[in-house]
């Protein structure tokens, strides 16, 4: 009854690999039928399918060239904007000394396309004045009249001078009528306002319009940015993260606002967060704020959410930029290539399952079964990263899956080398099963523990081109651990107890007396057949295999025996 327990705990084992590869294709499934996003085939990076080119054009104030300096720094933000929102593989160059060429694997939405050219300044204002977007009143005769639009003669000039942003000396006779004749729904760019000076700006509906104080601090202040629910509400928020300037400044300024509020000077305990030109949030300050944690609230979505998270995490660009062209690309390496690639990776493969098949006859049919697992969990899993990462295979990622048919190959060899020597040993087949089990899994966490180690510091050091490359190993090397202990252990537990692997035939790859098992314990060794002749009767190649691995002790111990039988016949003659 004990030798059962083994083969049920197998068919558990095998039964959770099957629950985990149906729910990995049930997750794809989800993604393709429910969500609409996801696909049955991999996501090809721009090597292989092609995308979108968007080359922008740098405008600097005096038209002037820009800094090789300012070009660089622009591309590393825009990289990092690209990365975040999950589209990997992009190439981003500079080019001709003013424009930046951006080109992005398969085709770019109009969500991806802002967040490459928006410029994200943020600043932060002091609310004077918040109402409604109308331009024009309803006179005494019932009839509409225009507001005036300002003039030269009036007053301008805050009396008495403001002592903080939100002073109400700041609203003067000008900037009161400017108010009230601005046009939110006209296109107005209002993103390069004088710092120091107050300024008119309606949130993103242009349902309320604001005059707002001096700016008090502006978007650099901010060391992070992420985007999460609201305890409270659930609505989604930006939470930012001040530095040490930002952090005493904003702590000054929530505690002026707060009794402001305690006053009942609405609106001017309003904080607005300026995106661009653009009220995209003006919170009624609820308390002092003195950790530099304070959070932007309006009506996000997750994903505009996440959007402005990253535009302010990477910081403004340092130049604005007009489109200049924005077109289709071809691949630049062809569906030839990914064929080229796939062929060798074949050859590859059935170069491995020719070397099991030699080596370890009926027993290579585990290792090529093995490899197919695996390459089915590979599949299914880079198509699930492509929709919840973006994901794509480029041919140094193909490369990888190629290189990785042979990395797997090895845990398997090992596993099995053990397992003979055991053979060898004179155990059982099942006991050899075990045995091996627990000494080749030590030697193979190691070695595997080495690959993940070396494809992370691959995936961190290296060049955009080669993070693919890493990545795909890295990957590959955790699911070849992953069908190690769920596949291929379980299998042999099943197949040592079969008559064919079990009693160990000639063609299985676990005969002993193919392997050389001429002792089967530390003292206890196979009786010698003699022949007529004198000779030992057995396999040559037998023999020699077991010599060979047979330590020097063990050698002399033989020896000595031998020497003994020897002895024990001439004194039997002598009588």
């Known amino acids: 009854m004990a030798s059962s327990s083994p083969t049920r705990h197998a068919w558990r084992v095998l039964l959770g690999l099957l629950l985990v590869t149906a729910a990995l294709f049930g997750i794809n499934a989800l993604g393709v ?57 992009a190439d981003i160059t500079t080019e001709g000394g003013r424009n930046i060429v951006v080109q992005i694997p398969g085709v770019a939405d109009q969500e991806t396309r802002d967040r490459i050219q928006a410029s994200a300044q943020l600043e932060f204002r002091a609310v004077l004045v918040a109402t409604d977007p109308a331009t024009e009143f309803v006179g005494e005769d019932g009839n509409s009249t225009p507001y005036p639009t300002p003039n030269e003669s009036m007053n301008a000039v805050p009396t008495p001078e403001p002592t903080d942003g939100s002073d109400p000396a700041w609203m003067t006779e000008k900037q009161i009528a400017a108010l009230q004749s601005y046009d939110c729904s006209a296109e107005t760019d209002r993103s390069n306002a004088p710092a120091d000076e ?54 000054d300024i929530s505690q002026r606002l707060n009794a402001n509020r305690i006053a009942g000077l609405s609106p001017r305990d309003q904080f607005a967060f300026v995106l661009d030109g653009v009220v995209i949030s003006a919170p009624v300050m609820q308390a002092a704020i003195l950790n530099g944690k304070p959070s932007i609230s309006g009506n996000f979505t997750q994903e505009s959410s996440q959007t402005l998270a990253d535009q302010l995490r990477y910081g403004a660009l340092p130049l ?59 599949y299914i899993i880079i198509c699930i990263l492509a929709w919840r990462m973006g994901f794509r295979l480029s041919l140094a990622g193909v490369a990888g899956l190629i290189v990785s048919i042979g990395f ?74 992953f069908i190690f202990v769920i596949f291929t252990h379980p299998v042999m537990q099943l197949l040592a107890r079969t008559r064919f692997f079990g009693g160990g035939h000639k063609l299985s790859g676990l005969d002993p007396e193919s392997l050389g098992a001429v002792y089967r314990g530390r003292a206890q060794y196979r009786e010698a057949q003699v022949g007529s002749t004198g000779r030992v009767a057995r396999n040559k190649g037998a023999r020699g295999e077991a010599e060979k691995r047979q330590t020097i002790a063990e050698r002399k111990r033989a020896e000595a025996l031998a020497a003994m039988g020897s002895s024990d016949a001439g004194k039997d003659s002598d009588d």
């Open 408 to 481: 797997t190959a090895d845990s398997f060899i090992v596993y099995f080398e053990r397992i003979r020597d055991e053979l060898r040993d004179g155990k059982s087949i099942t006991g050899a099963v075990e045995d091996g089990w627990g000494r080749a899994k030590r030697t193979i966490y190691i070695s595997k523990s080495i690959n993940i180690l070396a494809a992370a510091v691959l995936y961190i050091l290296a060049d955009a081109t080669v993070k693919g490359f890493a990545f795909t190993l890295g990957l590959t090397t955790l699911i070849d651990v």
């Open 320 to 378: 604005s930029f007009n489109v200049e062209s924005s077109d289709t690309i071809s691949a630049t390496l062809g569906s030839q290539q990914l064929q080229i690639g796939l062929i060798a990776g074949l050859i590859g493969l059935g170069l491995v399952a020719i070397y099991s098949l030699l080596s370890y006859r009926a027993l290579g049919w585990v290792i090529i079964a093995s490899i197919g697992v695996m390459g089915v969990l590979t």
């Open 198 to 251: 107050p300024l008119i700006a309606c949130d993103p509906t242009g349902s309320v319009k604001y005059l707002l104080g001096p700016m008090e601090l502006d978007g650099t202040v901010i060391d992070d940015a992420t985007a999460g629910r609201d305890q409270t509400s659930g609505a989604w928020t930006v939470n930012l993260e001040l530095n040490g300037h930002g952090t005493e400044v904003f702590g």
């Open 33 to 89: 039928y429910g969500f609409k996003e996801s696909s049955w085939t991999p996501e090809l990076a721009l090597d292989l399918q092609g995308g979108t080119q968007i080359i922008l054009s740098a405008q600097t104030p005096d038209g002037a060239d820009p800094t090789q300096e300012q070009l660089d720094q622009a591309a590393a933000i825009i990289r990092q904007r690209v990365d975040a929102s999950g589209t990997a593989e």
